[in-house]
């Protein structure tokens, strides 16, 4: 199973461009990576996934260099609502590989 | 959307009972996952299921049993409940690839 990396925390105020990056060096051919967001209280949400180069939609973009060992989830303009905690998993389509979850990264935004 | 339901959402038991978390899914999802999340920290895995019959241990299996007669539903069974057993449970299913769609969780507390 590719593990991935990312900041335990990160804080932004509100209007701001936030930037979250995972390491995943040992990531397969086939894998994708696919990132999840967190509120509490609740379970987590898909937000956006992607196999190379840059996919954006109508909630966040993310950007996958070539190499594919690293990726970025960039959120545009956070508000308050943005607080949550954000996770980075990497697996294959197939559905085989059993997903798993890191600590993800906790982002506060301030006012 | 209300496809995945966990029940019951709250439950409280004490120590060496043997307490049974259901999960019922509407889509038809072949695979069906339960993550626990304990305070502050990130999701893990304990069992999945690809299939009915099929079942596989994650990365937290000990003292947790399930099964998968029907497609539709996962129970997870905690045979002799501990105080380290506390935590929040979440369901969660997908049809393949890494969209994994969750329950809004069970709170167990073991005293």
């Known amino acids: 199973l590719a593990k991935t990396t990312q900041p335990i925390s990160m804080d932004s105020y509100e209007g701001q461009e936030v930037n979250i990056t995972c390491s995943h060096n040992n990531i397969a051919t086939n894998d994708y990576i696919t990132w999840y967001q967190q509120f509490p209280s609740q379970g987590p949400r898909f937000i956006i996934q992607?196999?190379?180069t840059k996919v954006t939609n109508e909630v966040a973009s993310l950007f996958i260099p070539a190499d594919r060992k690293s990726s970025t989830l960039s959120l545009p303009r956070v508000s308050l609502s943005d607080t949550a905690v954000y996770y980075c998993l990497v697996g294959d389509m197939s559905g085989n590989t059993p997903l798993v979850f890191g600590k993800g990264t906790r982002l506060s935004v301030i006012a | 959307d209300a496809g995945i339901t966990q029940s019951p959402r709250y439950k409280i038991t004490e120590t060496g009972r043997q307490v049974t978390l259901m999960c019922h899914q509407t889509?038809?999802?072949?695979?069906m996952f339960w993550y626990r999340q304990d305070l502050g920290h990130g999701l893990r895995l304990i069992y999945y299921?690809?299939?009915?019959?099929?079942?596989d241990k994650g990365e937290v299996p000990d003292g947790y049993v399930v099964s998968r007669s029907k497609t539709e539903n996962f129970p997870l069974t905690l045979e002799s409940a501990t105080r380290s057993q506390t935590s929040v449970y979440f369901c969660?299913?997908?049809?393949?690839?890494?969209?994994?769609?969750f329950g809004e969780g069970s709170w167990l507390t073991v005293v």
């Open positions: 992607g196999y190379k």
């Open positions: 969660a299913s997908k049809i393949s690839g890494n969209t994994i769609y």
């Open positions: 889509w038809s999802h072949s695979y």
């Open positions: 299921s690809a299939a009915a019959d099929i079942t």
